[in-house]
C-alpha cells in the first residue's frame, strides 16, 4: 500500500498556486524582467530533453528519438547536429527547419525533403543550394533540372564538397 505522505497534498498545491499568482500580479517591471531572466537563464543552464528517448549528445530538446548531438529541436526523429528544428526526420547539420525529411545543412525551411544547402524553403523536394523557392522540385542554385540530370550533377558537386 502507498504512502499517503509521498504525494502531494492538493490543497497545499491550490496554496501555493494562488501565493504565486498573488505575487506574480503585483510585480513591478524591474521584477517582472528579474523574474523572467532568472527563468530564461535557469531553462538555458538546463540541458534536459524531456519527452526524449534513446536520444545522445542533445541538449534542450523536447519529444525527440534517436537523435544525436541536436539542440532545443523539438519532435525530430534520427537528426543529427540540428538545432531549433521542429519535427523532423533523418536531419543532419540543420538549423530552424520545420517538417522537413532528409535535409543536409539547410536552414529555415518547412515541409520540405532531400534539400542540400538549402535556406528559406519551402513544399520544396531535391533542391541542391537553393534559396527562397517554394513547391520546387529538383533544382540547383534556383535552376530547374530534369530529374536524372539533377541527381548526375548532384553527385559530382556532394563529392566536390565533401558532402556525404
Known amino acids: 500500500m502507498k504512502d499517503k505522505g509521498t504525494r502531494p497534498d492538493k490543497t497545499d498545491q491550490v496554496a501555493q498556486e494562488k501565493a504565486a499568482r498573488e505575487l506574480v500580479s503585483t510585480l513591478g517591471k524591474r521584477e517582472f524582467l528579474e523574474q523572467f531572466q532568472k527563468l530564461a537563464k535557469g531553462f ?6 524531456p519527452g526524449s528517448y ?4 542533445c541538449q534542450r530538446c523536447a519529444n525527440c528519438m534517436f537523435c544525436k548531438d541536436c539542440d532545443s529541436c523539438f519532435s525530430c526523429t ?3 547536429r540540428c538545432e531549433l528544428c521542429n519535427n523532423c526526420s533523418h536531419c543532419v547539420d540543420c538549423k530552424s527547419c520545420n517538417a522537413c525529411a ?6 529555415n525551411c518547412s515541409s520540405s525533403a532531400y534539400l ?3 535556406r528559406n524553403l519551402q513544399d ?3 533542391c541542391f543550394g537553393c ?6 522540385d529538383f533544382h540547383i542554385l ?18 566536390e564538397l565533401g558532402i556525404p
Open 116 to 118: 542540400v544547402l538549402c
Open 102 to 107: 532528409y535535409c543536409v545543412q539547410s536552414e
Open 124 to 126: 520544396c523536394n531535391y
Open 44 to 49: 538555458a543552464s538546463d540541458p534536459g530533453n
Open 131 to 136: 534559396v527562397g523557392l517554394a513547391k520546387k
Open 78 to 80: 534520427h537528426c543529427t
Open 142 to 159: 534556383n535552376v530547374p533540372f530534369p530529374r536524372t540530370e539533377y541527381f548526375k550533377i548532384v553527385g559530382r558537386l556532394r563529392k
Open 54 to 57: 534513446a536520444c545522445e549528445g
